[in-house]
């Protein structure tokens, strides 16, 4: 969906290096969240946000963190990373009235 | 602990077949129980969604079956196409977060 995008799209790492995936959005939707997919896992939740002033953890929070710099743009940060954060990170928007959620297309993210 | 188990974790069909996926939960403060697809290199989109007040719902040759008393869910898929071939994640929601629980994936090929 064109309306979340998040850069960059592949990212190899190596271990202990900080890393930024960033999100933004253009459906001006207030809420906002990061998931990681593993293969055999489906997606767990790292954090979300329901507005620049409000960031929360989600069941997989440790070793993440992030940053609702604007409404349209949210942020996830890896302060150091390890070999175990190799996944696919998708970022995700919703309207505060319905419980549909808008993918975006995905970061690969592999750490060496 | 996952709160959401889906089966199978690999389905093939044939072309005009029926496809099935179940998912079971555990957490009874679910209220609100979605399909997503996802295809390759893409983020998952919704399909399908259900609230436990009805027992079914369909749209087009998706339905969805929900079971309140046994906590299971399904999707079923009529007439099969080779262009349903993708990844089907179910999940559930609650509370005011409004966060995502998903189960763990069914990918299905469809032969044509």
């Known amino acids: 969906d064109a309306d979340v995008t998040q850069t960059p799209r592949n990212r190899i790492t190596k271990t202990g290096k900080r890393i930024m995936l960033e999100c933004s959005q253009t459906k001006g939707h207030d809420r906002m969240y990061w998931y990681r997919q593993d293969p055999g896992l489906g997606l767990r939740l790292i954090y979300y946000s329901f507005d620049v002033k409000d960031i929360n953890k989600g069941e997989i929070s440790d070793g993440y963190s992030v940053s609702r710099q604007a409404q349209a743009k949210f942020s996830l940060s890896l302060e150091s990373a390890i070999p175990n954060q190799t996944a696919l990170y998708f970022c995700?928007?919703?309207?505060?009235?319905?419980?549909?959620?808008?993918f975006g297309p995905g970061t690969r993210l592999t750490v060496l | 602990q996952q709160q959401v188990k889906q089966s199978p974790q690999s389905l093939i069909v044939q072309k005009g077949g029926i496809s099935i996926i179940n998912c079971a939960y555990e957490?009874?403060?679910?209220?609100?129980f979605p399909w997503y697809q996802q295809f390759p290199g893409k983020g998952p989109a919704l399909l399908i969604a259900i609230r436990p007040d009805v027992s079914e719902k369909k749209e087009g040759r998706f339905t969805i079956s929900f079971n309140k008393s046994a906590k299971q869910f399904s999707l079923h898929i009529m007439d099969s196409q080779p262009g349903d071939s993708a990844t089907y994640f179910c999940a559930a929601t609650s509370g005011s977060a409004r966060q995502l629980t998903f189960g763990s994936g069914t990918q299905l090929t469809v032969l044509p």
């Open positions: 995700a928007t919703a309207p505060v009235d319905t419980d549909t959620q808008y």
């Open positions: 957490n009874t403060a679910f209220d609100y």
